[in-house]
């Protein structure tokens, strides 16, 4: 037997069995005695999601003990590898630097010249490189023999000349020995507020950029069975904090596109480090770039606070001579706050949400 039932909407025809035909706009009645009620799953009793976390703590803190013995490992082949190097001169190694015109790269130049490398600065920025290169030749910093540093004109937004660049970089001095990628540009700005083009330029410039000339100069490297690719990341690959994320995001591309270089190349005799600093004084936050494209135009507390650029430099450069796969070159602080993020994850986003909350009020 069937019933008519005629809604606001459309007219619905109920069987007695509760079948409701496809394309009904009213809901099943649910007061009949043969009428089915759709559940939808739950995700589990509240008790099992309980016991569930709770055995997540407790392995985290198993597992604990076994992360430092790890840690201690770790630093105990680190030191036995620094004991055993003999060789880490620098003296005559082509050295090629981005973002050599300022910050940590005008930093790394002093360092690098000093050892006594053939330099090539590689820049957007001409005049200043010019700048820095007077006052390389023209500081007394090396006392045996000097090799002038080349200019490069170095656009890494300019993908499609990307290849004419490195073969006038290689017809230099015929090779590079050491690669050292640290153009880069940062960026302040809210998800909700950042336009697409922002994170695609920043993307180019601190990922597609650097691996493209990554990809460019390696092929000369894998000839000569020879050479050191150096990326300067970000702590922020490891720890993205609010308000930072196509920065942290492109740092953390950088990071994952590394380890994979890393373990690819090692049968050519081609090492890889990657540096991730916290705050070193620089400009970079006062060239970053905001969620609308604009220059961000302020010095952040953070950066006005950190590392001087020379020492960061300096530290850097015995990571290269020493072929340090990795470095967090930040403070004891930072290191716990990775280790955080690691083993307890959910206190470390719960920390970053209250940070947010707070920025957000402060603004």
Same mark, same amino acid.
Request: charged residues 20%; glycine residues 8%.
């Given at each position: 037997?069937?019933?008519?039932?005629?809604?606001?909407?459309?007219?619905?025809?109920?069987?007695?069995?509760?079948?409701?035909?496809?394309?009904?706009?009213?809901?099943?009645?649910?007061?009949?005695?043969?009428?089915?009620?759709?559940?939808?799953?739950?995700?589990?009793?509240?008790?099992?999601?309980?016991?569930?976390?709770?055995?997540?703590?407790?392995?985290?803190?198993?597992?604990?003990?076994?992360?430092?013995?790890?840690?201690?490992?770790?630093?105990?082949?680190?030191?036995?590898?620094?004991?055993?190097?003999?060789?880490s001169s620098l003296e005559?190694?082509?050295?090629?630097?981005?973002? *050599? %015109?300022?910050?940590?790269?005008? +930093?790394?130049?002093?360092? #690098?010249?000093? !050892?006594?490398?053939?330099?090539? $600065?590689?820049?957007?920025?001409?005049?200043?490189?010019?700048?820095?290169?007077?006052?390389?030749?023209?500081?007394?910093?090396?006392?045996?023999?000097?090799?002038?540093?080349?200019?490069?004109?170095?656009?890494?937004?300019?993908?499609?000349?990307?290849?004419?660049?490195?073969?006038?970089?290689?017809?230099?001095?015929?090779?590079?020995?050491?690669?050292?990628?640290?153009?880069?540009?940062?960026?302040?700005?809210?998800?909700?507020?950042?336009?697409l083009e922002v994170d695609?330029?920043?993307?180019?410039?601190?990922?597609?950029?650097?691996?493209?000339?990554?990809?460019?100069?390696?092929?000369?490297?894998?000839?000569?069975?020879?050479?050191?690719?150096?990326?300067?990341?970000?702590?922020?690959?490891?720890?993205?904090?609010?308000?930072?994320?196509?920065?942290? *995001? %492109?740092?953390?591309?950088?990071? +994952?596109?590394?380890?994979? #270089?890393?373990? !690819?190349?090692?049968?050519?005799? $081609?090492?890889?480090?990657?540096?991730?600093?916290?705050?070193?004084?620089?400009?970079?936050?006062?060239?970053?770039?905001?969620?609308?494209?604009?220059?961000?135009?302020?010095?952040?507390?953070?950066?006005?606070?950190?590392?001087?650029?020379?020492?960061?430099?300096?530290?850097?450069?015995?990571?290269?001579?020493?072929?340090?796969?990795?470095?967090?070159?930040?403070s004891l602080f930072y290191?716990?706050?990775?280790?955080?993020?690691?083993?307890?994850?959910?206190?470390?986003?719960?920390?970053?949400?209250?940070?947010?909350?707070?920025?957000?009020?402060?603004?």
């Amino acid at each position: 037997m069937k019933t008519s039932s005629v809604g606001k909407a459309s007219e619905t025809t109920t069987t007695t069995d509760g079948n409701i035909p496809l394309g009904s706009l009213e809901s099943p009645s649910k007061t009949g005695p043969d009428a089915q009620i759709l559940r939808l799953p739950f995700k589990g009793n509240l008790l099992l999601n309980c016991a569930k976390k709770w055995l997540n703590w407790i392995a985290c803190l198993l597992f604990l003990p076994l992360t430092i013995i790890g840690r201690l490992v770790e630093a105990f082949f680190a030191i036995k590898q620094r004991i055993s190097r003999h060789d880490s001169s620098l003296e005559g190694k082509v050295v090629l630097i981005t973002g *050599a %015109s300022s910050g940590l790269g005008e +930093a790394l130049a002093k360092c #690098l010249y000093t !050892e006594g490398c053939k330099l090539i $600065i590689a820049s957007r920025r001409y005049t200043e490189l010019d700048r820095v290169k007077e006052q390389l030749l023209g500081s007394g910093l090396r006392k045996g023999t000097i090799y002038p540093p080349v200019i490069i004109e170095l656009d890494l937004q300019d993908l499609d000349n990307l290849a004419d660049k490195v073969r006038t970089i290689l017809g230099v001095y015929g090779y590079v020995d050491i690669l050292v990628n640290n153009a880069g540009i940062s960026y302040r700005g809210e998800v909700t507020d950042t336009t697409l083009e922002v994170d695609a330029k920043i993307m180019n410039i601190n990922y597609f950029g650097t691996i493209g000339l990554t990809k460019a100069i390696l092929p000369s490297m894998i000839i000569r069975q020879s050479g050191h690719i150096v990326m300067i990341g970000s702590l922020q690959s490891k720890l993205a904090i609010p308000f930072r994320s196509a920065y942290a *995001a %492109s740092k953390h591309a950088l990071q +994952a596109f590394s380890d994979s #270089l890393r373990a !690819e190349i090692h049968r050519h005799n $081609i090492d890889v480090t990657v540096i991730n600093p916290g705050y070193i004084r620089t400009s970079l936050s006062l060239n970053a770039l905001t969620g609308r494209g604009d220059k961000y135009g302020q010095t952040d507390e953070t950066t006005e606070s950190g590392a001087d650029p020379l020492q960061a430099a300096y530290e850097i450069v015995i990571a290269i001579k020493e072929k340090t796969q990795e470095l967090m070159l930040c403070s004891l602080f930072y290191r716990l706050a990775v280790f955080l993020r690691a083993i307890l994850p959910n206190v470390y986003f719960k920390l970053m949400a209250r940070r947010a909350a707070k920025s957000k009020k402060s603004r």
